[in-house]
């Protein structure tokens, strides 16, 4: 088949996307909870549209409105809102999110139940006052920390780009700037000492998720109920206390029932 582009997208990929299963959820949760799916399907296939514009989507707790600034904004809610990317449910409480960008997937999390809370991570200030206007409805029902997570504490170089999305520590971007990083695990100790537990751990920073995932030592991982991680696993690094599902590029880890003790929830 010739590779006839569409925008950034190609032939090729649009003919494709309806035989693999998880786009075809996407299409069909479009249809069912955006209020102008056309519009959306419009700009994710054919990248059709202006910006900034906003989206309206039905959740479990009612319609939420979010903010779009580019065509990467609208890969982002299909991935989560509609994909299917980190599935949840009403029992998840305690979420905790390295990489928040503009505040899409702390919205699906805090729509999933009316009282779930979210501890989230985002060093780009461009993106943290877009996360601010998104999760407005949310005041109180999150806490933001404007620090990438990694390897070390301290400072370290953020590459970044206008979009938000594909920045990281050492991504070569052409662009830096010197953020506040937290260590991964010292965070994770924190909110289980906090809460007793975390019902689920989101990594998406660019860099590192692979490195912080099997970084996690075993007696804190097995207070993490789910772990969704933006990386291609072949073996699974978190066995002992974890299932592993390849879920496209998104690796999804749901935890045995290894050490999972609700009874010390402080919400």
């Given at each position: 088949?010739?590779?006839?582009?569409?925008?950034?997208?190609?032939?090729?990929?649009?003919?494709?996307?309806?035989?693999?299963?998880?786009?075809?959820?996407?299409?069909?949760?479009?249809?069912?909870?955006?209020?102008?799916?056309?519009?959306?399907?419009?700009?994710?296939?054919?990248?059709?549209?202006?910006?900034?514009?906003?989206?309206?989507?039905?959740?479990?707790?009612?319609?939420?409105?979010?903010?779009?600034?580019?065509?990467?904004?609208?890969?982002?809610i299909n991935e989560i809102f509609f994909r299917n990317d980190?599935?949840?449910?009403?029992?998840?409480?305690?979420?905790?999110?390295?990489?928040?960008?503009?505040?899409?997937?702390?919205?699906?999390?805090?729509?999933?139940?009316?009282?779930?809370?979210?501890?989230?991570?985002?060093?780009?200030?461009?993106?943290?006052?877009?996360?601010?206007?998104?999760?407005?409805?949310?005041?109180?029902?999150?806490?933001?920390?404007?620090?990438?997570?990694?390897?070390?504490?301290?400072?370290?170089?953020?590459?970044?780009?206008?979009?938000?999305?594909?920045?990281?520590?050492?991504?070569?971007?052409?662009?830096?700037?010197t953020v506040p990083c937290r260590d991964s695990n010292k965070?994770?100790?924190?909110?289980?000492?906090?809460?007793?537990?975390?019902d689920i751990l989101k990594i998406d920073i660019e860099t590192?998720?692979?490195?912080?995932?099997?970084?996690?030592?075993?007696?804190?991982?097995?207070?993490?109920?789910?772990?969704?991680?933006?990386?291609?696993?072949?073996?699974?690094?978190?066995?002992?206390?974890?299932?592993?599902?390849?879920?496209?590029?998104?690796?999804?880890?749901?935890?045995?029932?290894?050490?999972?003790?609700?009874?010390?929830?402080?919400?």
């Amino acid at each position: 088949m010739e590779n006839i582009e569409f925008g950034s997208r190609n032939l090729r990929s649009i003919v494709k996307a309806p035989f693999q299963g998880r786009h075809y959820l996407a299409a069909k949760n479009i249809f069912s909870l955006c209020k102008n799916p056309l519009n959306m399907l419009g700009r994710y296939v054919f990248r059709i549209g202006t910006y900034p514009t906003h989206v309206i989507v039905d959740t479990p707790i009612g319609k939420v409105r979010l903010n779009l600034y580019s065509f990467h904004d609208v890969m982002t809610i299909n991935e989560i809102f509609f994909r299917n990317d980190y599935p949840t449910d009403v029992n998840d409480k305690v979420i905790v999110d390295f990489g928040s960008n503009i505040g899409i997937s702390a919205a699906f999390f805090l729509t999933r139940s009316p009282d779930s809370i979210a501890h989230l991570f985002e060093p780009l200030r461009s993106n943290t006052e877009k996360l601010r206007t998104n999760l407005k409805p949310f005041d109180g029902r999150y806490t933001l920390e404007e620090a990438a997570v990694g390897l070390v504490e301290g400072n370290v170089e953020f590459g970044w780009e206008e979009t938000g999305r594909y920045g990281g520590i050492g991504v070569k971007t052409g662009r830096f700037i010197t953020v506040p990083c937290r260590d991964s695990n010292k965070v994770l100790d924190h909110f289980i000492s906090l809460h007793g537990h975390i019902d689920i751990l989101k990594i998406d920073i660019e860099t590192f998720e692979k490195a912080l995932t099997e970084r996690i030592p075993l007696e804190t991982v097995g207070h993490i109920k789910k772990i969704y991680c933006e990386q291609i696993f072949p073996h699974n690094p978190l066995e002992r206390t974890h299932r592993l599902r390849q879920y496209g590029n998104v690796a999804q880890f749901l935890n045995k029932g290894i050490a999972l003790d609700h009874s010390t929830q402080h919400l």
